[in-house]
């Protein structure tokens, strides 16, 4: 796992756009365009879905680009609560 971070973020600055989750395929779509231009990864939010919307959202923009660094925000989740559905490459709490 730590080797895959460090390929990943190799270089001193990071892009990582965060894109608010409204449903599966606009949150590929955005993931597949900050792909294309060059960012690091994404981080996805739920402001307008539930944690459990945001996770399948997650699996579907992973299984989209798999190569591609992904980590969630989940609001409303407290991060000293159980984050055991929480497979992802990053959390932010």
């Given at each position: 796992m730590l080797s895959r971070f460090r390929q990943v973020f190799s270089h001193r600055h990071v892009i990582l756009p965060v894109i608010h989750v409204q449903n599966a395929p606009q949150a590929a779509r955005n993931a597949k365009l900050a792909h294309e231009l060059g960012c690091d990864g994404v981080f996805l939010i739920n402001h307008g879905v539930s944690h459990q919307?945001?996770?399948?959202?997650?699996?579907?923009?992973?299984?989209?680009?798999?190569?591609?660094?992904?980590?969630?925000?989940?609001?409303?989740?407290?991060?000293?609560g159980p984050m055991s559905d929480a497979w992802t490459d990053g959390l932010w709490v």
């Open positions: 919307m945001l996770m399948k959202v997650h699996a579907h923009v992973a299984l989209a680009l798999p190569d591609f660094w992904i980590g969630i925000n989940s609001l409303g989740r407290s991060p000293t």
